[in-house]
């Protein structure tokens, strides 16, 4: 009986937050909605079920869902923006997804990949956010400008993003949630034929996914 009443209690709930499709007319759910009421009804089938201190337990654990996606995302990114303030790491958000920019200028060396010391403490402070936030997979992107070859490029790239997933491991980040990837050349945000531009190009990009 105490299962049918949370389910019926979630379903009135999710009834009171449709918002209606201006093109098809069609009634949805908030995302953010529906992914905590989905948290609500397994933490609440599971309180249901077992004694009192599983059912602290589980909604300890299930903390995260209950909260919904985006708003878990929020406190990410709003603690990466306070951690990550004056050392040049730019933060972007797009959806339930951050980006964390880091420029090779304050990151590695001309033509290196090997971190550079001083920036040891702004990787300190995102692999501590990220130690936190546990429910999320990190994409590692390495990129360059394009001066010299294609092959030098993308292996330089790789090698760069490998670095700093590298590091984050040894923070404590475990590495089955980290996926470093070399792009060379091939993805640049401004022009090449300008030092300017090609600053900007060599870059190491991190894109922080939460677990659906």
């Known amino acids: ?21 201006p093109y098809t007319g069609e009634n949805k759910i908030r995302k953010s909605v529906k992914y905590g009421a989905a948290g609500a009804v397994v933490c609440g089938l599971i309180g249901a079920t077992r004694n009192s201190k599983s059912a602290r337990n589980a909604a300890a654990g299930c903390a995260a869902i209950g909260a919904g996606v985006g708003a878990y995302m929020d406190h990410q990114e709003a603690e990466l923006r ?22 090779s200028n304050i990151t590695f060396n001309s033509a290196q990949y090997n971190i550079k010391s001083s920036f040891y403490p702004s990787l300190n ?36 993003a490998y ?4 590091y984050l491991a040894a923070q404590g980040i475990p590495g089955s949630r980290l996926s470093p990837l070399g792009l060379g050349e091939s993805q640049p945000i401004a022009n090449n034929n300008s030092e300017a531009g090609r600053s900007k190009n060599r870059r190491v990009e991190l894109y922080i996914t939460a677990v659906q």
Request: some cysteine; hydrophobic content about 35%.
């Open 163 to 166: 670095s700093v997933a590298d």
């Open 82 to 103: 306070r951690e990550l303030r004056g050392t040049g790491v730019q933060v972007a958000r797009d959806g339930d997804q951050i980006q964390l920019i880091m420029p």
């Open 1 to 21: 009986m105490k299962n049918i009443a949370i389910s019926l209690l979630i379903l009135l709930f999710l009834a009171s937050c449709t918002t209606s499709d």
């Open 125 to 160: 402070s995102v692999a501590k956010v990220l130690y936190k936030y546990k429910d999320t997979n990190l994409d590692v992107i390495g990129h360059t400008d394009s001066v010299g070859g294609d092959s030098y490029n993308r292996d330089l790239s790789y090698k760069r």
